[in-house]
């Protein structure tokens, strides 16, 4: 199954919406990303770790970052694709990327 971001933006609004502040989600956010920066300390050995299988676990943690991003996108009424279509292109020109994302998915249809 494929998920887009605006599929998940609209499911996230109907979830949140009317009840979720953008401060309480950004708080989520700040959360999920130190659970990240402690599996990525233990996969570098900074940190002992009892959990055998640290990449299921880092893939929980970064859909759960995931999750919280695109809910304050959604809260906002930010079409997230449309925004990160318009980054890439600004950074494909400043960097000079051969292709920017746009073209990118363009080639993959």
């Given at each position: ?38 599996i990525l300390n233990k996969r ?66």
């Amino acid at each position: 199954m494929q998920i887009t971001i605006y599929a998940l933006q609209s499911y996230l609004l109907g979830h949140y919406c009317g009840w979720a502040n953008e401060q309480s989600l950004f708080m989520k956010l700040v959360e999920e990303i130190g659970e990240v920066a402690e599996i990525l300390n233990k996969r570098a050995g900074r940190k002992s770790s009892d959990v055998s299988d640290l990449q299921d676990e880092l893939g929980t943690e970064l859909a759960d970052m995931l999750h919280y991003i695109v809910a304050i996108a959604a809260i906002n009424n930010i079409d997230l694709t449309h925004t990160i279509i318009e980054k890439d292109r600004k950074a494909s020109v400043k960097y000079h990327h051969a292709m920017n994302l746009e073209q990118f998915l363009s080639n993959r249809e």
